[in-house]
């Protein structure tokens, strides 16, 4: 059964950052391009960044460019999100997604709230 937690999620001041985390189970992680999508309140899921399976491929939505890193250690099953520079427009649900041709899993959600 695939399994996909996300932790890290909190309260911070803007300017701050966090460090959310994502474990995987029940998968071959390492063939699975994994994603962060969030969605705020009364909006909807959006792409934040993705990384491919041998983490040469990033791409990130321009409005998290230069300050998000996604980055994976398939040797833990574990796909993390470096979140700098916070800023109360990051406020949202971040979700993390696996996905290959015929397979794909969502996680739960961990709140992300930036604000003073």
């Known amino acids: 059964q695939v399994q996909v937690v996300e932790s890290g999620g909190g309260l911070v001041q803007p300017g701050g950052s966090l460090r959310l985390s994502c474990a995987v189970s029940g998968i071959t992680f390492s063939t699975y391009v994994m994603s962060w999508y969030r969605q705020a309140p009364g909006k909807e899921r959006e792409l934040v960044a993705f990384i491919g399976s041998i983490s040469v491929n990033t791409n990130y939505a321009d409005s998290v460019k230069g300050r998000f890193t996604i980055s994976r250690d398939n040797a833990k099953n574990t796909v993390y999100l470096q979140m700098n520079s916070l800023k109360p427009e990051d406020t949202a649900v971040y979700y993390c997604?696996?996905?290959?041709?015929?397979?794909?899993?969502w996680g739960q959600g961990t709140q992300v709230t930036v604000s003073s």
């Open positions: 997604y696996a996905w290959r041709s015929g397979d794909n899993a």
